[in-house]
């Protein structure tokens, strides 16, 4: 069992930054695939971004690519969101989610068994 902690997000301006954190537990935290994905009122769930278990490498939606990074520290199991230049489309509440190391369809929601409890960002125009 994973349990995922989230911080972060909020509101902020058009054009504004703001940093994701989820701090996860599980022993072999280093080896989790760790993904983003987002859910705007009246949408489906919607891939952000994700960060390989094995190798790290990343992976952003072209809705996010250029102004969304993901990047992790295994040292303090967390993986984080930085999201610069936001626009008001990006408003939606946002989640982590983990899995066990799969190497592929990272976009795939469910495919990720565990999620943290989601908060709300919110930019506004």
């Known amino acids: 069992q994973v349990q995922l902690v989230e911080s972060g997000g909020g509101l902020v301006q058009a054009g504004g930054a703001l940093r994701r954190s989820c701090a996860a537990s599980g022993r072999t935290f280093s080896s989790y695939d760790m993904g983003w994905f987002r859910q705007a009122p009246g949408k489906e769930r919607e891939f952000v971004a994700a960060i390989g278990g094995i190798g790290g490498s990343t992976y952003v939606a072209a809705s996010v690519k250029g102004r969304f990074t993901i990047f992790r520290d295994n040292a303090k199991k967390a993986v984080y969101l930085q999201m610069n230049s936001l626009k008001p489309a990006d408003t939606a509440v946002y989640y982590c989610?983990?899995?066990?190391?799969?190497?592929?369809?990272?976009?795939?929601?469910?495919?990720?068994?565990?999620w943290g409890q989601g908060t709300q960002v919110t930019v506004s125009s």
């Open positions: 989610a983990v899995r066990a190391y799969y190497g592929s369809h990272y976009e795939l929601h469910y495919t990720y068994p565990y």
